[in-house]
């Protein structure tokens, strides 16, 4: 199983953008993807996943600054207005399905695979 992040780089404050994670050696909307993000000297929080049935979750902190979707082979994450706090480096994982198959986590420990990771800078 291989991840590989995409689109990362500086935005302004209140600017967009958008990363891609492409999803090899997993069997095609039968996995979930998670991302998130790790700003030097924190955790890692997740910002939000995709079931492989397509469904979405975000924590409800951050419901409206992310925006999760897939495209065949790949997920993407829009910032959808970048913050300062958005300066980190952005992470997508994923894992198969769980028994209920619209269900996503947002929970590091629940992911199997992990991309290298795409930095994020966000300046005023």
């Known amino acids: 199983v291989k991840l590989t992040e995409s689109g990362g780089g500086s935005v302004q404050t209140g600017g967009s953008l958008r990363l891609s994670c492409g999803v090899s050696?997993?069997?095609?909307?039968?996995?979930?993807v998670g991302w998130f993000r790790q700003a030097p000297g924190k955790e890692r929080e997740g910002v939000g996943c995709?079931?492989?049935?397509?469904s979405t979750r975000y924590p409800s902190s951050l419901k409206r600054q992310f925006t999760i979707a897939q495209d065949n082979t790949k997920t993407t994450l829009r910032i959808n207005s970048a913050k300062p706090e958005d300066t980190a480096t952005f992470y997508c994982?994923?894992?198969?399905?769980?028994?209920?198959?619209?269900?996503?986590?947002?929970?590091?420990?629940?992911?199997?695979?992990w991309g290298p990771g795409a930095q994020v800078t966000v300046s005023s």
């Open positions: 995709i079931s492989g049935y397509g």
């Open positions: 994982a994923a894992r198969t399905e769980y028994s209920s198959p619209s269900y996503c986590a947002l929970e590091t420990s629940d992911y199997m695979y």
């Open positions: 050696g997993l069997t095609l909307n039968h996995y979930v």
